[in-house]
Nanobody
Framework: QVQLVESGGGLVQAGGSLRLSCAASGRTFSRSRMGWFRQAPGKEREFVAGIAWSSGLTVYADSVKDRFTISRDNAQNTVYLQMNSLNPEDTAVYYC?????????????????WGQGTEVTVSS
């Protein structure tokens, strides 16, 4: 089993920054890839960024590329999402996701485990 706990969400002004954290536990094989999704009220959950744990390979959604950075700390079993130049369109609940070895899918169904989410609100 894999457990994922997100933290770091909050209220920030447009143009500001936040760093989200996802603490992971469980079998390493079951979390060979990690990612972040987000879901705004009334909208579908969408892919934000993903990272392969072993290689560090990253993939980003076009909407956040060059603004967000996903990274991992192997010693702490933690994945981060550094969010810069935030705008109100980034407002959503952000979810950490994990899956076994495979492609960094942009589809919700392509991931096996989910955290409970942390809310990010960006004011105008």
């Amino acid at each position: 089993q894999v457990q994922l706990v997100e933290s770091g969400g909050g209220l920030v002004q447009a143009g500001g920054s936040l760093r989200l954290s996802c603490a992971a536990s469980g079998r390493t094989f079951s979390r060979s890839r990690m990612g972040w999704f987000r879901q705004a009220p009334g909208k579908e959950r969408e892919f934000v960024a993903g990272i392969a744990w072993s290689s560090g390979l990253t993939v980003y959604a076009d909407s956040v590329k060059d603004r967000f950075t996903i990274s991992r700390d192997n010693a702490q079993n933690t994945v981060y999402l550094q969010m810069n130049s935030l705008n109100p369109e980034d407002t959503a609940v952000y979810y950490c996701a994990a899956g076994s070895l495979g492609v960094l899918s942009r589809r919700v169904a392509g991931w096996d485990y989910w955290g409970q989410g942390t809310e990010v609100t960006v004011s105008s």
